[in-house]
């Protein structure tokens, strides 16, 4: 039983509208699903992937209007890394970023890989990660856009970067509980702190790392827009799901136990630190109630929610993505 890599990251957004026009107009990814958040069916939940809506290319967001700003801090997942194919698409994506005036660093090594930081505009960290045909969990396949060449396209998720008070319970339950194993470190690049210890999972590579950076002197943070909610994890299939679900009750931690999200099947709990896991079943997927030519064209509901659509869609705000 092994957890292959990321699955997911939800992020909070208070303008969806604006949101979407950030990650599909400018950073080329594809809306896999418009759909509401499950546990409050006022919102909209939107999911961003690759072109076939694979697990560990999702990056989703909870629209939240009026949310507040989030305050920087411990407990947090402070970047969300995406990977492109290799250093090349680095120098377009900065090209790009100056073009369309987003704000972004220099090139810079990180775990011993190029990359690229940047934000959106929320202020949400991301980092541009190339792989450089380095082995490890296979990247997705890239959404055709027309201004952004295919072989620079976004295929994937990257490393999460942790950012903690006191590291060793989360590596605990890391290494302990989830069966992530220890792969290395890398200087901060943020002044004179301890170096950034790398973790990872199923066949490694920077699509199944966890990156934790001990910070005793920051404040705890204040999730707002911007900040990203939860990090997911891989569970293959139902039956591995069912295990992963015992496991935690062995180890007794609190959790919510199993959710049916209709398009995987979730296990939510908190670390040490406290910031949110989850873990997710690779199936069965997006295209479970779309095709998958016209997945997120649509407002999707899962058949336990079908039967309050009209209530539902009268409680929701227009939301027109162009």
Avoid: C
């Avoid at 209007?65 to 900065?94: A, C, E, M, Y």
């Avoid at 890989?113 to 990660?129: M, N, P, Q, S, Y």
């Avoid at 066949?203 to 966890?210: F, L, N």
Wanted: charged residues 25%.
């Amino acid at each position: 039983m092994e957890l292959l890599g990321l699955h997911h990251v939800s992020i909070l957004t208070g303008k969806a509208e604006k949101n979407y026009e950030f990650y599909t107009k400018i950073l080329g990814m594809r809306l896999v699903k418009k759909t509401v958040n499950q546990d409050n069916t006022e919102s909209y939940h939107l999911f961003y992937a690759d072109a076939e809506g694979t697990p560990g290319t999702e990056v989703t967001f909870f629209d939240i209007p009026h949310l507040g700003q989030t305050h920087r801090g411990t407990s947090d997942i402070s970047t969300v890394s995406l990977r492109v194919k290799n250093s090349d698409s680095l120098l377009f994506w900065k090209e790009r970023f100056n073009q369309f005036g987003v704000q972004h660093d220099e090139i810079q090594k990180r775990a011993n890989r190029d990359t690229l930081a940047f934000k959106d505009f929320e202020g949400t960290r991301l980092i541009l990660v190339a792989d450089n045909g380095e082995k490890g969990v296979r990247a997705g396949t890239p959404w055709k856009k027309v201004d952004i060449p295919l072989e620079h396209a976004i295929i994937g998720l990257g490393p999460v970067t942790l950012i903690v008070a006191i590291a060793e319970p989360t590596i605990g339950v890391l290494t302990e509980v989830m069966g992530f194993r220890f792969v290395g470190s890398y200087p901060s690049l943020e002044g004179d702190h301890p170096d950034l210890l790398i973790y990872a999972t199923g066949e490694g590579g920077s699509g199944a790392e966890v990156h934790i950076e001990t910070r005793p002197d920051l404040p705890k943070v204040r999730l707002g827009r911007g900040g990203v909610h939860h990090v997911a994890f891989r569970v293959p299939n139902e039956e591995e799901y069912d295990q992963w679900a015992k496991r935690l009750k062995e180890h007794r931690l609190p959790n919510s136990g199993k959710v049916e999200r209709y398009y995987f099947k979730a296990l939510y709990f908190r670390e040490p630190n406290g910031i949110l896991f989850e873990l997710s079943t690779d199936t069965p997927g997006f295209a479970t109630d779309e095709p998958k030519e016209t997945m997120g064209e649509k407002l999707a509901l899962p058949p336990f929610l079908e039967p309050k659509r009209n209530e539902i869609e009268e409680k929701l705000r227009p939301l027109i993505l162009k």
